[in-house]
């Protein structure tokens, strides 16, 4: 159960969103919601939590219900009809985000919710958009490797000096995400190099990458792949600019 949260708003608008894709994440979403509540009422500021439910075929859907049903003024869950994928799912949920400053992780606590103060600060600094980075992944040798790889390769050729374009832990401030356009699957993972062709200001922090205690990775070698084909769907798009 989730008894050491509380629900904190006082029934005005949230100051922080935080989204949330789930795609069969039964095991992980009572002690993540315990860890991002602690660290969300550390910061002493109204909050949201918006789950996206992607058609789960285990109980994740019941769980996130009835996190909504003790904590209505905190928790929001969008159940989609079918499974549609991660960046409709953080479409849904930016959509509905109602916070001054959105967050956005994955399901699955390998991102830690705990590095999200630091990361508050970068937008204190001046940032517009901070995105974690997985210095020291817990993954495959294989995986790990093709995403360093990708990585270098996007730095190489877009100039951005985002060491890990891909980690969904990312802190946004509101106006970035009203800018923000996510019309097929994977263009989530170009957020970061979208902003910033559009001027805002990107930064960067280590963030802990933990290793998977619950379920499967969905992540596949022709996922991975996926990935590549879409990077440079996305850099010629920008030369037909």
């Known amino acids: 159960m989730a008894e050491a949260t509380s629900d904190p708003i006082s029934g005005g608008r949230p100051f922080y969103s935080v989204v949330i894709p789930v795609y069969n994440e039964e095991e992980s979403l009572e002690p993540l919601f315990r860890e991002i509540s602690e660290t969300m009422k550390s910061l002493n500021r109204d909050f949201e939590v918006i789950f996206i439910n992607d058609y789960s075929s285990d109980s994740s859907l019941s769980i996130l219900e009835r996190f909504k049903r003790q904590f209505p003024a905190t928790v929001n869950v969008i159940s989609l009809s079918q499974r549609s994928g991660q960046t409709f799912c953080l479409r849904q949920g930016l959509n509905a985000a109602q916070g001054d400053v959105v967050m956005t992780m994955d399901a699955d606590m390998q991102n830690d919710p705990a590095d999200i103060p630091r990361m508050l600060k970068k937008l204190e600094e001046g940032a517009d958009c901070v995105c974690g980075w997985r210095k020291a992944r817990e993954d495959t040798p294989l995986k790990a490797g093709l995403s360093k790889f990708g990585n270098i390769l996007q730095r190489t050729l877009t100039g951005l000096k985002i060491h890990d374009v891909s980690?969904?832990?990312?802190?946004?401030?509101?106006?970035?995400?009203?800018?923000?356009?996510?019309?097929?699957?994977?263009?989530?993972?170009?957020?970061?190099?979208?902003?910033?062709?559009?001027?805002?200001?990107?930064?960067?922090?280590?963030?802990?990458?933990?290793?998977?205690?619950?379920?499967?990775?969905?992540?596949?070698?022709?996922?991975?792949?996926?990935?590549?084909?879409?990077?440079?769907?996305?850099?010629a798009a920008r030369g037909r600019k």
């Open 167 to 235: 980690c969904t832990l990312r802190v946004y401030q509101r106006d970035c995400v009203d800018k923000i356009a996510l019309n097929w699957e994977g263009q989530h993972r170009f957020i970061p190099l979208s902003l910033s062709l559009q001027g805002y200001k990107i930064a960067e922090v280590v963030s802990h990458h933990r290793q998977r205690k619950f379920g499967r990775s969905k992540y596949s070698h022709k996922r991975i792949f996926r990935v590549m084909v879409d990077f440079f769907r996305v850099l």
